[in-house]
């Protein structure tokens, strides 16, 4: 019999997340669903929550309410692969929820809670880090730790692009070996961002054509470039343009490796950070059960 367990940040989607527990107590009642709803105590405590949850009780089904990083919070959580994974998205970003075509509208996405179809889709790991959607190594790790510190006093989507910003007139340019599945290359970057889904950092869609049951990171790699040239090239992201500009090449890969010779770097997967450079990246295909239409 399916049991179904609620997580709900309730600092995501600016509180709003709250407001869906009586939606989702409704519907899981009218449709006989067995259910429990958890409320998290603040950032950092759903893993803890979610581990601690499912030894108390079989849970076949885990849905977060959230974001990104509510969702790979709840991830980080279990140990038994067997259960089902979704999410509702309710974070600033929900860059994985585009990669599976969910929407905003609740009432769709408990239709498809209920219907228990799943997705296999794949995980990735950053040295002992799982992440879904991305990760990366340069200024992206600067953005989200200046970001943090900004959005105390300012709202999430602006502190990142405060931060952004900021970054981009201070960050320099690392320098980096990076092995592949077939080749090794070498150079100074500003960025290596690994998806296992197309969007990054709220809606930009940094490696598109990434496929999040292909067994394979697409990686997209920013060159050293003048901030002049950068800035040109930043709005394309958003559109998936930038692919063919000088400045940017793209890769595919199951595993890599990333050297940093000269300075360490700060790590980020699925939006937080989590270590510092050297580190190993690999996929592990389709190993999660992930909720959906089955439309992906």
């Known amino acids: 019999m399916r049991r179904i367990l609620f997580i709900v940040n309730p600092a995501a989607g600016k509180k709003k997340s709250e407001s869906l527990i009586q939606k989702i107590s409704e519907f899981c009642e009218t449709n006989l669903l ?4 958890e409320i998290s105590k603040g950032a950092g405590e759903i893993t803890k929550l979610v581990s601690t949850c499912m030894k ?25 692969f067997s259960v089902r994974v979704g999410i509702i998205p309710m974070g600033t970003g929900n860059d994985f929820a585009r990669a599976l075509n969910l929407t ?29 959607n991305s990760a990366g190594v340069g200024i992206d790790g600067e953005i989200i730790f200046d970001t943090q ?5 300012i709202p999430s989507r602006f502190a990142y692009l ?42 930009m869609k940094i490696t598109p054509g990434a496929k999040i049951n292909s067994g394979k990171f697409e990686i997209c790699i920013v060159k050293d470039v003048s ?23 793209m890769y595919r890969s199951n595993k890599l490796s990333i050297v940093t010779p000269d300075r360490k770097m700060k790590l ?13 990246v690999h996929n592990i295909e389709k190993k999660i059960r992930m909720l959906t239409d089955g439309n992906i």
Do not use: Q, W
Request: hydrophobic share 35%.
């Open 162 to 203: 405060l931060s952004t910003l900021y970054n981009i007139h201070k960050f320099k340019p690392f320098r980096a070996i990076v092995e592949l599945d077939h080749e090794i290359i070498e150079g100074k970057y500003y960025l290596i961002a690994i998806g296992n889904g197309e969007y990054f950092g709220g809606g």
């Open 268 to 280: 980020s997967a699925d939006g937080n950070l989590v270590g510092k450079t050297p580190v190993v």
């Open 149 to 153: 510190k900004i959005k105390k006093v």
């Open 104 to 132: 905003n509208d609740i009432g769709k996405i408990l239709t498809i809670i209920k219907n228990g179809k799943y997705t296999l889709v794949d995980l990735g790991m950053m040295n002992n880090n799982r992440f879904v």
């Open 56 to 80: 108390e009780k079989t849970y076949t089904d885990l849905v977060g309410i959230g974001g990104d990083g509510t969702l790979i919070e709840c991830i980080n959580g279990i140990e038994d």
């Open 227 to 249: 901030k002049m040239k950068f800035l040109r090239v930043l709005p394309k992201v958003y559109s998936g343009r930038h692919i063919g500009d000088e400045s940017v090449t």
């Open 34 to 37: 067995n259910f429990d709803i």
